[in-house]
C-alpha cells in the first residue's frame, strides 16, 4: 500500500469524523451511541480495520440497540490519550494496547507482549482459563474500567534500523521506538526508548529523531512506508511473541447495559481476536514479499546471539524485580503469568515446535 494515499485516506476519514458531534451519547428509543477512541490511524490495516469492524458487529449484533461510532487517533483526543478519555468520560470506549498505559500499572504489561513471554495461542490460554482476565480485571477496577481482548498480531517483527546489527556494540544508543517491557529490556541493553504512536513514527524517523523504530510487522510496517527511510528489517523478536490488542470500557456504563448488550461486546471481542490473527497471518507474508521484491528491504531473520542473550538476561531481571514489587496487583499478575507459562509452554515446546521442526526439515510442496 502506498503510504501517501493510505494517510490521505486516513486524514480524509478524521475530518468526516471530526465534523461529526462530541456531544454525551446519545440514548433515544431504547438505543445507545457509545464512542469509541482508537490508538489507530483511521484505515490502518489490521488494527484500525479490526477496530471499526468490531464497532460495527457490535451495531448490526444489537440490531442498533447499541451503535458505536469510531473515533480514529487525533480526531477526539490523541492517539495516546485514548485511555484517559475513557476514564474522564470523554468516550465509552477505546481501543488500542495495554502497555502503552504502563505509567498507571506494570501489571498491564503483562495482557499485551511480554519479552521472551506467551505466544498468543499461550496467552489466551491464561486469559481465558487461567486466571489472567480476573488478573486484569483487578488491575483496571481501580480506574473504573473493564478490559476485553480485541485483536491478535501473532508474533511482531523486530523493527526496522539502518545498518545490519552485528552485536551490542552498534545498538549503543541508539534511539529506538518500542514500547512496553520489550522497550524496558532494550533499554537495559544502553539503547534510548521511546513510545509513538503509529501516525507518529515515520517522520520521527525520515527527520532523524529516531534511529530505528518496531510497530507490528509487515502488514502494518509497509502501509507506515518505514521501507522509504530504513532497509534493514528484523522479521522475528524477542519483544512482543504474541500481542493482544484491547478494547477498554467504562465499567459502570458497561454494567447498567443489558445482559444481551454485555454479552454482545464480549463475545464481538472475542471473535476479533481471532479475526484480527487471520488478517495478520494472511496480509504479513504479501506484505513482506512486496518489501523485499519491490522494495528492495534486507531481510533478518533475528537478532546477533550476543543481543539476544543479553536480551533474556535483562527479561529475567525485570521479570523477577516484578515478582518482587511493592505493588500488590502487580506481584500477582506477574505471580499468575508466569505460573501459567511455566505449564503452557510445555504444550507448545512438547508439541508445537516439533511439527514445525519436522516440517520444516522434511516437507516441501
Not at 495482557?111 to 513471554?117: A, E, I, L, Q, S
Not at 464481538?268 to 504479501?286: I, L
Amino acid at each position: 500500500m502506498d503510504r501517501r494515499s493510505f494517510l490521505r485516506r486516513s486524514a480524509l476519514g478524521g475530518t468526516a469524523a471530526a465534523a461529526a458531534s462530541l456531544a454525551a451519547p446519545a440514548v433515544a428509543q431504547g438505543t445507545t451511541t457509545w464512542r469509541m477512541v482508537t490508538t489507530w490511524p483511521r484505515n490502518f490495516p489490521g488494527l484500525g480495520v479490526g477496530a471499526q469492524r468490531l464497532a460495527d458487529r457490535i451495531t448490526a449484533a444489537s440490531d442498533g440497540a447499541l451503535t458505536i461510532e469510531v473515533f480514529s487517533a487525533g480526531e477526539m483526543v490523541p492517539a495516546l490519550q485514548s485511555l484517559d478519555a475513557v476514564i474522564d468520560g470523554t468516550a465509552e470506549m477505546s481501543h488500542g494496547a495495554a502497555y502503552y498505559w504502563q505509567n498507571k500499572s506494570q501489571a498491564l504489561n503483562f495482557f499485551t507482549g511480554v519479552p521472551f513471554g506467551m505466544t498468543s495461542r499461550e496467552l489466551a490460554a491464561w486469559m481465558r482459563y487461567m486466571g489472567g482476565q480476573e488478573m486484569w480485571d483487578e488491575v483496571y477496577d481501580q480506574f473504573g474500567l473493564k478490559g476485553f481482548m480485541s485483536g491478535d498480531t501473532g508474533t511482531q517483527a523486530g523493527g526496522w534500523f539502518d545498518n545490519e546489527l552485528t552485536g551490542l556494540d552498534d545498538i549503543q544508543g541508539l534511539r529506538f521506538r518500542t514500547p512496553g517491557l520489550g522497550g524496558q529490556v532494550w533499554q537495559e541493553l544502553g539503547v534510548s526508548v521511546t513510545n509513538l504512536a503509529a501516525g507518529e513514527v515515520f517522520q520521527a524517523l525520515q527527520s532523524g529523531a529516531l534511529d530505528a523504530a518496531e510497530f507490528v510487522g509487515p502488514y502494518n510496517d509497509l502501509a507506515l512506508g518505514f521501507h522509504q527511510v530504513r532497509k534493514h528489517y528484523y522479521t522475528a523478536s524477542f519483544n512482543e511473541p504474541g500481542l493482544a490488542t484491547e478494547l477498554v470500557v467504562d465499567k459502570a456504563k458497561y454494567q447498567e447495559l443489558p445482559e444481551n448488550l454485555q454479552a454482545i461486546i464480549r463475545d464481538v471481542c472475542q471473535a476479533e481476536y481471532d479475526q484480527v490473527a487471520s488478517d495478520f497471518y494472511a496480509n504479513d507474508p504479501v506484505a513482506l514479499q512486496t518489501l523485499v521484491n519491490e522494495h528492495d528491504v534486507i531481510v533478518h531473520p533475528e537478532f546477533p546471539d550476543e543481543i539476544l542473550d543479553a536480551a533474556a538476561t535483562a527479561a529475567r531481571e525485570i521479570m523477577e524485580g516484578l515478582l518482587a514489587s511493592d505493588d500488590d496487583l502487580t506481584r500477582r499478575t506477574a505471580e499468575s503469568y508466569v505460573d501459567a507459562l511455566r505449564l503452557v509452554r510445555s504444550r507448545t515446546e512438547n508439541t508445537d515446535m516439533g511439527f514445525m521442526r519436522a516440517r520444516e526439515q522434511f516437507f516441501e510442496i
